[in-house]
Every structure is written in structure tokens, then in C-alpha cells.
């Protein structure tokens, strides 16, 4: 009789080893597998990084494009109120000049307009 209970003790001790190897690599199985979906999906840790440096980069653009938004509104206010930047524009991009003004135009020494001279 005691080869028999301890036959039926070692088989529940088999079940039980055999049990707990389950549980635990299903526990291994599914930790990985959540591990993979929360750092890989397509929702995961590494697209939320990804899309935060994105954020970060828009924000800059958005940032820069305001500071020269501000810039040209102050140019336009200028232009608008400022006789003198009227002016300085349009002799700077006009060529344009006052009446009575004298305008000396110096031209860059180049070989196309004779210098410096080939000696022959």
C-alpha cells in the first residue's frame, strides 16, 4: 500500500512541476510579448519618442516663422509710417535718386573691361 501512495505523491508532484513550468513560461511568453508591443507597435514607446522629437522640431519651425512674421510686420509698419525707409528702399532696390543729386558709379576691375592690362 505505501508503494501506491507514493506513486500517487510523486505523480502529483510531476503535475504540479509541469504546472508551474507552464504558468511560468506563459508568464514569459506574454511578458515578452508586451514588452515588444509597448517599445515596437505601432503605437508603441519607440513612435512616441519619435513623434516627440517631431513635435519638438514643428515647434522651432513654428517658433522661427513667428520671429519673422514679427520682423516683416515691422518692416510693413515702417514702410507705411516711415518716410525715410521709403526712401532707403527705393534708392537701395530702385537705383533712384534726388534731383539734383550727383551719382558716381564705380565698376570692379575686371578683365572683361580691360584691367589690368596683358602686356604682350
Do not use: C
Not at 506563459?26 to 519618442?49: A, C, E, P, Q
Amino acid at each position: 500500500m505505501r508503494a501506491r501512495s507514493n506513486q500517487r505523491h510523486e505523480t502529483l508532484q510531476a503535475r504540479r512541476k509541469r504546472r508551474w513550468r507552464f504558468y511560468v513560461i506563459s508568464g514569459v511568453l506574454l511578458m515578452g510579448y508586451f514588452s515588444y508591443s509597448f517599445f515596437f507597435d505601432t503605437m508603441g514607446f519607440m513612435k512616441y519618442l519619435d513623434m516627440k522629437r517631431t513635435q519638438s522640431q514643428i515647434a522651432d519651425e513654428i517658433k522661427a516663422i513667428e520671429e519673422e512674421n514679427a520682423g516683416l510686420r515691422k518692416d510693413i509698419e515702417a514702410v507705411r509710417h516711415d518716410g525715410a525707409t521709403v526712401e532707403g528702399l527705393a534708392r537701395d532696390r530702385l537705383g533712384m535718386v534726388r534731383e539734383g543729386e550727383t551719382v558716381f558709379l564705380f565698376v570692379p576691375a575686371t578683365r572683361e573691361n580691360g584691367y589690368p592690362k596683358e602686356r604682350p
